[in-house]
Every structure is written in C-alpha cells, then in structure tokens.
C-alpha cells in the first residue's frame, strides 16, 4: 500500500456522497485506501459507504461520538501504508492526489510528513 487516506464524517451523507463521488475520478498507479470513520454511527452513512465499497478501496469504521481527533485516532492502527494524508470528508481530491502526493514525498525525503 503506498498511501492510506483517512477522515472522519459525522451526520454529513449529501457531502460525503459528493466526496466520494470525487475519490472514484482518482487516476493512479499507486495502490491507495480510504479509511473512513462514522463519528456518530448512522445507518444512513453505512448504507451510502457499502455502495461505493464496491468502486473504492475503502475501510469503513464506526464508533459513537467521541470527536474528530479520535475518529482519526482510532483509524491509524487500520493503515495498510505508513504514508498516511488526513483529510476532511467535504474536500473532494483531484483526480491526480494520489500521484501528486505520493511523488511529493518520494522526492522530498527532507520533509517528515
């Protein structure tokens, strides 16, 4: 795996729906997963996720409200990569971030990211 993205929703379907919508336009010779944790552990959400679990390599976690910083927390253990990008799930990604990212980081060992 060469990039784990992660990023918590909480009551959010209509843009998280837009969000993934733009994570399936994602062109990339890397091998990339989403991990994504309900912060509120709706139906509504599951039911949304499991349709585009067919089209994306996504991770789906729950857990009861419990904060932003503990959704990403608790998604960590989950990363198949050791490059990790947190993002939120209203931010919809090029179809080139996977490339673009990894790339960045491959060629500046410099940066600690």
């Given amino acids: 795996m060469d990039l784990s993205i992660i990023f918590a929703t909480y009551h959010s379907e209509e843009i998280l729906k837009k969000s993934l919508e733009s994570y399936c336009s994602i062109e990339s010779d890397y091998n990339w997963e989403l991990i994504i944790v309900d912060n509120a552990c709706r139906s509504e959400t599951k039911e949304l996720i499991s349709k585009y679990q067919k089209d994306l390599p996504i991770v789906?976690?729950?857990q009861p409200i419990a904060g932003k910083n503990n959704a990403l927390n608790k998604a960590i253990p989950y990363a198949k990569s050791d490059l990790i990008w947190f993002t939120d799930n209203d931010i919809l990604p090029n179809p080139d971030l996977v490339d673009t990212?990894?790339?960045?980081c491959q060629e500046h060992k410099e940066y600690d990211v």
């Fill in 101 to 104: 990212y990894v790339n960045f």
């Fill in 60 to 62: 789906f976690l729950e």
